[in-house]
């Protein structure tokens, strides 16, 4: 299984990135998929997160700012980020709980990460 994130750039404050992550290899089921970031010199933090059956959970910094969904067909999970700010500077990953068959608990995995930087 392998996650590619992609997306990232460098943006001026108030503007908009959007970032894709793709999972392929074998795969049962994917649930939850989502994001996290990590801040420089500081801890990873969860941003958003999307169940198989479309449950939604946002992090209190970005909530009415970013959107996530997910292409069940394609194994894509998006993450639209509008009106961004300088704190949202931050490496950005992606992960997945993948449950290659129904007899085995799901696993996590995790994207190579992709720098998004907001300049003031």
Known sequence: V?????GGGLVQAGGSLRLSCVVSGTIGSI????????P???????????T?????N???????RFTIS????K???????N????????????????RVVVTIPPQRYWGQGTQVTVSS
């Open 2 to 6: 392998q996650l590619q994130a992609s």
């Open 31 to 38: 649930n939850p998929i989502g994001w996290y970031r990590q």
């Open 40 to 50: 420089p010199g500081k801890q990873r933090e969860s941003v958003a997160d999307i």
């Open 52 to 56: 198989s059956g479309g449950t939604i």
């Open 58 to 64: 946002y992090a209190d910094s970005v909530k009415g």
């Open 70 to 73: 997910r292409d069940n067909a």
């Open 75 to 81: 194994n894509t999970v998006y993450l639209q980020m």
């Open 83 to 98: 009106s961004l700010k300088p704190e949202d500077t931050a490496v950005y990953y992606c992960y997945a709980d993948i």
